[in-house]
């Protein structure tokens, strides 16, 4: 796996984990497909960091049994203008540089 592509597995996955956050709005954040955040956190961060991947599978539980609430909360919020999501500064990593 690239060096890149390994940071953001792990970026992804920790940003998940401590934001509690949909697959959709870290997509934004990191400015990658909702396909590529799935597969990053479903098949690529289980290799890198199980324990990180188990508790983004938490996550991403909680988030499937509560999406017909937030489709709800979604278009609710479309409908009142306040659905922006700010995005993820770049060059900005939740780990610790890699030397």
């Known amino acids: 796996m ?3 592509i390994w940071r953001r597995v792990l970026d992804v996955g920790h940003y998940l984990a401590h ?3 949909t697959v959709r709005e870290a997509a934004r954040k990191f400015g990658v497909s909702k396909s590529t955040v799935h597969k990053d956190v479903t098949e690529r ?3 890198v960091n ?3 991947a ?3 599978k938490k996550v991403l539980e909680v988030n499937k049994a509560e999406r017909h609430l937030r489709g709800g909360e979604a278009t609710r919020r479309k409908y009142q203008g306040q659905n922006e999501v700010p995005s993820f500064p770049p060059g900005r990593s939740f780990l610790p540089e890699v030397e």
């Open 2 to 4: 690239k060096d890149h």
């Open 19 to 21: 934001e509690k956050t």
């Open 45 to 47: 961060l289980p290799k």
């Open 50 to 52: 199980p324990e990180l």
């Open 54 to 56: 188990e508790r983004v």
